[in-house]
């Protein structure tokens, strides 16, 4: 697959079978992921696979809304995508480079976010990005020590629906030259 035809043709799952996903799979999609973009090459971002059970029930049951928590309930797993604070859009003395302050990390995450969906789809996965969730809860949860900052969680299996693609606006609205 080609990257304009994986842009194009991947779309947000909220169905999945039950098959559990192959360890050495995930770890190709990370690597894959591995290669975004991040401020000063500084990689800030990380990843949890959730599996247990247990864990995922928690989530479920207290810490997502009902909607996002009946996807991630189908979903074999969930990931939550972390990332390390305080480097990203920063000196090395700690001032920020730019008047966006610390919000290159938000940047990072949300590219890294973006190849690992697309990467999914290089290996028939579905996901999708969840935002909505009780964000201090899952951080406890998860035990994320104080310099790491949860920043979204990823639906990740094989998809059970094929959804069509929403409209998209026309390229005279999101362009303008000057």
């Known amino acids: 697959m080609n990257v304009i035809d994986c842009l194009k043709g991947r779309r947000s799952i909220r169905k999945y079978k039950p098959d559990p996903i192959d360890h050495s799979v995930i770890e190709s999609v ?4 591995s290669y975004s973009p991040s401020w000063k090459n500084t990689q800030i971002t990380r990843y949890i696979a959730i599996e247990d059970s247990a864990v995922l029930e928690k989530i479920t049951g207290k810490y997502t809304r ?11 797993m969930l990931m939550a995508v972390t990332f390390m604070k305080g480097l990203s859009g920063f ?3 700690g001032s920020y480079t730019t008047k966006k302050g610390d919000r290159w990390q938000m940047f990072d995450v949300g590219a890294a976010c973006q190849s690992f969906c697309l990467a999914a789809a290089e290996y028939g996965l579905g996901t999708v990005i969840l935002g909505i969730f009780d964000e201090e809860e899952i951080t406890s949860l998860l035990n994320l020590p104080k310099e790491q900052e949860l920043a979204a969680l990823i639906a990740i299996g094989c998809p059970d629906e094929a959804p069509s693609a929403p409209k998209r606006k026309s390229v005279e609205e999101l362009l303008e030259y000057r």
């Open 66 to 76: 009902e909607h996002n928590a009946n996807i991630i309930r189908q979903a074999p």
């Open 30 to 33: 990370i690597s894959a992921a």
């Open 91 to 93: 000196e090395r003395d």
